[in-house]
């Protein structure tokens, strides 16, 4: 287990919080902080420390990328 | 022009091209009921037993062809029953389009009659969902929302309308030109060519096809690239309908409950190309057992499932159809003799010696022998489901309808009429009678609407694949898993308005076939099997093809 930040840009979409929290708890990881700011009307920009298997990072990317309202996932 | 919130669903519903829908009426969906029967743009409404078939039905419908199947559910009840449905489109990448009713705007978050949380329930089971607050979001939203479910890897998506919103009007603009670009999302070349280059290479190269490639119709690149590269085709259950089981390359379903020599020949590949694949325990078995001696090519549309179960040495996302074009093109023809002498033997070693005159093999290569290439064959969840993806020889892709992702028993009696409907034909269930019981009141659905069924009970008398998991892992203590139900499955048919037979010999199933032909409407053939009869060989869960149970 590893601990990691993530950063989304997102569209500012009422169950946002809820899809990607669903796909942290689904995909095994665990959140330990989670920040959301409402930039403007329509985007956001989220932050969150998660901890979950090293390996599974790339992964968790990838599922978060698709979702519909992402824009861009990263981390570091 | 203005309109109520309930009209622009059936306008877009109409500019997307559906021409049917599956649903059952309620409080909440009046508005949406009442001016679907002004049918003023032609589409018809299926009226289902349950939510849940609306649900199978809907998926079924979109399954055959190239269209969204597209179901109505009112709120609370309504909306819960369409889940599994939802689920197991979403688990196996079908485009459906749910849309349900909510209660009205005010009453959201007071727990009123029938109101629950759509949009978050169904998080899980979909690719995406929409809770439309404002009437003149519902045009976009609906537009977005078709969209989602065809683009990339196709998948449901709901859209929850409360009832006052559906009563509201605004001013609504039909599309003037319909010209949506679905982006290519194209596969990197340089590794394509690395894909070529490693096929060329490869002295055992197999090619293991998932639903993918069914979805996105690239059987021919498949038999191509087979052909030219000296490859075998081995399947998940998802993609066997991808090649004809008399192709030379073909060998079959591989994993748990496939064909032997499939997943023999993966395990003693040195190149296994996964195409659409998504690496499900049951195609794997143990996976880090999986192709133990071979180099792994993954190429999906969803670059979320490249590495997500195995690491691939060459992972390629992408537009997959295009990947395998690409492929099929540029690799040398090739032969490897002593591959080919190999699978040869892989086949002969793993034959089934048959117990009974009135075996499901038998069955299911007579009722083959009395359809065409183009009849939809779907079926239920159980061993039933393990023989016809033996057995049954699909020749034309998109023909074969299972719940392979989700394993939704019940699955089959809904999505056998949405195929009906959808292609105009008579279709076929294979179940067995745990499954069909599950949904069985949707023949009600197939009578009202005379949509010709013909569904084949593999009756064994109890939930026969737990049977066989109990006898082979729990010391043969049978529990829940002997029915004693003592149904008569044709008495139950006709009791509904369907026809009804039982059969117990080939003749007796061929009369019967024939005579449910003659028909316009449902047919059900009870067919009484040993309850000896068992999906074998199998290889244990988690097991390796070394752990073989025969």
């Not at chain 2, 309109?3 to 091209?17: D, K, P, Q």
């Not at chain 2, 064909?259 to 998504?278: C, E, H, N, P, W």
């Not at chain 2, 032909?517 to 009870?526: K, L, Q, R, W």
């Amino acid at each position: 287990m590893d601990t990691f930040k993530i950063y989304l840009t997102a569209n500012n979409a009422g169950d946002l919080i809820l899809r990607i929290t669903a796909e942290l708890h689904k995909r095994g990881f665990e959140i330990m902080a989670f920040n959301y700011q409402v930039n403007s009307e329509n985007t956001a920009s989220i932050g969150i420390t998660a901890s979950g298997e090293t390996n599974k990072k790339e992964q968790i990317l990838r599922q978060l990328n698709r979702l519909y309202d992402i824009k861009e996932a990263i981390a570091c | 022009m203005l309109l109520t919130g309930s009209e622009i669903v059936i306008e877009i519903l109409a500019e997307e091209g559906v021409d049917t829908v599956f649903g059952y009426p309620g409080g909440n969906v009046l508005s949406l009921y009442d001016k679907l029967a002004e049918n003023k743009k032609g589409i018809k409404h299926i009226l289902t037993a349950h939510e849940q078939g609306a649900s199978h039905a809907a998926d079924g419908y979109s399954r055959v062809g190239n269209k969204v199947g597209v179901l109505l559910a009112t709120s609370g009840p309504g909306a819960t029953n369409t889940i599994t449905g939802l689920a197991t489109a979403f688990a196996d990448s079908v485009p459906v389009i749910a849309i349900t009713g909510s209660v009205p705007i005010k009453s959201v978050g007071t727990d009123s009659f029938q109101e629950i949380d759509t949009a978050s329930l169904t998080l899980a089971a979909t690719k995406h969902s929409f809770f439309i607050k404002d009437v003149k979001k519902i045009a976009d939203t609906m537009r977005q929302a078709f969209y989602i479910a065809k683009s990339g890897r196709p998948g449901p998506v709901l859209i929850d309308i409360p009832s006052d919103i559906q009563k509201e009007t605004c001013e609504f603009e039909p599309l003037k030109e319909k010209n949506i670009d679905f982006e290519e999302n194209m596969a990197d070349e340089k590794s394509l060519y690395e894909a070529v280059e490693m096929i060329n290479n490869s002295q055992r190269p197999v090619i293991y096809c998932g639903g993918g490639v069914v979805n996105c119709e690239a059987s021919e690149f498949i038999k191509t690239i087979c052909e030219k590269s000296g490859a075998y085709a081995a399947f998940t259950m998802m993609g066997i309908s991808a090649m004809s089981n008399t192709h030379p390359k073909y060998l079959g379903m591989a994993g748990l409950y496939g064909r032997m020599a499939a997943s023999k020949a993966i395990s003693k590949a040195d190149l296994i190309v996964a195409a659409g694949v998504r690496f499900s325990d049951r195609g794997t078995g143990r996976r880090e057992k999986f192709a133990q001696n071979a180099k792994v090519i993954h190429i999906d549309i969803d670059s979320a499932e490249l590495g997500k179960v195995i690491n691939a040495h060459l992972q390629i996302g992408g537009n997959l159809k295009k990947a395998l074009e690409y492929i099929a093109l540029n690799i040398k023809e090739n032969n490897h003799p002593q591959w080919d002498k190999e699978i040869e033997e892989f086949k002969k070693e793993f034959e089934v010696k048959e117990t009974e005159s009135f075996t499901p093999k038998k069955i299911i290569e007579t009722v083959n022998s009395l359809t065409n290439e183009y009849t939809p064959v779907a079926t239920d969840v159980g061993q039933h489901q393990m023989w016809v993806s033996k057995y049954y020889n699909f020749k034309k892709p998109k023909t074969h309808l299972t719940s392979g992702g989700f394993g939704t028993m019940g699955y089959g009696m809904g999505a056998a009429i949405g195929a009906g409907v959808a292609t105009k034909r008579r279709s076929v269930l294979f179940t067995g009678d745990g499954s069909f019981c599950m949904n069985f009141n949707e023949v009600t659905t197939a009578v009202r609407n005379n949509i010709p069924v013909t569904v084949i009970v593999l009756n064994n008398g109890g939930l026969g694949m737990i049977r066989q998991l109990q006898d082979c892992f729990c010391d043969g203590r049978r529990f829940s898993t002997e029915l004693e139900r003592k149904t008569d499955f044709a008495l139950l048919a006709k009791a509904m308005g369907a026809k009804g037979y039982s059969a117990k010999n080939i003749d007796e199933l061929i009369k019967a076939y024939k005579d449910s032909e003659n028909s316009t409407g449902p047919a059900v053939i009870d067919c009484y099997i040993s309850e000896k009869e068992n999906a074998l060989p199998m290889i244990p869960p988690n097991g390796t093809i070394e752990d073989l149970m025969r």
